[in-house]
């Protein structure tokens, strides 16, 4: 699976928009992007992924490159409540079994 | 609440002895995951089942490590004479096929 590469952190003032970049320039093909998140004391949890269209959902959008080789997930309102450690992922769909997970972004979302 | 459960929550052990974790996967999920997550670093994958099978095992999981899931439901965890370097949160996940994972809220083990 492509490594993926994410700033180490980044605050976010409450109500606005929170933008998380990702790098993964060596992604292949089949290999979708992934994102999850980690509050604080709890297991990840999902938030959206993509192959090459932009996705969206209830918790957040995805907008992957024309060249796929980066992809910002972006909370549209952000809360106190999405403070949290951000992870982007690559892998194949095949591949659900082994999520590498790096060191995320730790975004905090002040008041 | 029909999320992934894990048992216990904590576990204070001292170096050597055995312990064992629990994971009660979402019930209709076939594929069950266990990963272990150090402070600081995101989490590591250590195996996978597809109902009772191990499908696949990390360079993580020593011989010390074994996981089971005899009925393919529930899952288990095993410990042997731990080690102060196996403390660690062991999260459990499951999921369906080509479907995102479910992750449980973890077992905190500390090796003293």
């Known amino acids: 699976d492509a490594k993926t590469t994410q700033p180490t952190s980044m605050d976010c003032a409450e109500g606005r928009a929170a933008n998380l970049p990702c790098n993964h320039s060596?992604?292949?093909?089949?290999?979708?992007v992934y994102w999850y998140r980690q509050i604080h004391s709890q297991g990840p949890q999902y938030i959206i992924h993509?192959?090459?269209n932009n996705e969206t959902n209830e918790m957040a959008s995805l907008i992957i490159t024309e060249d796929r080789k980066s992809s910002t997930l972006i909370l549209p309102h952000a809360t106190l409540r999405d403070t949290a450690v951000y992870y982007c992922?690559?892998?194949?769909?095949?591949?659900?079994?082994?999520?590498?997970f790096g060191a995320g972004t730790q975004v905090v979302v002040t008041p | 609440d029909t999320g992934v459960s894990q048992n216990p929550r904590h576990k204070i052990t001292k170096r050597g002895q055995n312990v064992t974790f629990r994971c009660d996967p979402i019930?209709?999920?076939?594929?069950l995951y266990w990963y272990r997550q150090t402070l600081g670093q995101g989490p590591e994958f250590l195996t996978y089942?597809?109902?009772?099978?191990?499908?696949?095992k990390s360079r993580l999981l020593s011989d010390r490590f074994s996981a089971e899931r005899p009925k393919g439901s529930f899952s288990t965890l095993e410990i042997q004479r731990t080690e102060q370097g196996d403390s660690a949160m062991y999260l459990c996940?499951?999921?369906?096929?080509?479907?995102?994972?479910?992750f449980g809220p973890g077992t905190r083990l500390t090796v003293l």
């Open positions: 993509g192959l090459k």
């Open positions: 060596t992604i292949s093909g089949n290999e979708y």
């Open positions: 996940a499951s999921s369906s096929p080509y479907n995102e994972q479910f």
């Open positions: 992922i690559a892998a194949t769909a095949d591949s659900w079994g082994k999520l590498q």
């Open positions: 019930s209709e999920h076939n594929r």
């Open positions: 089942f597809q109902n009772e099978a191990q499908l696949e």
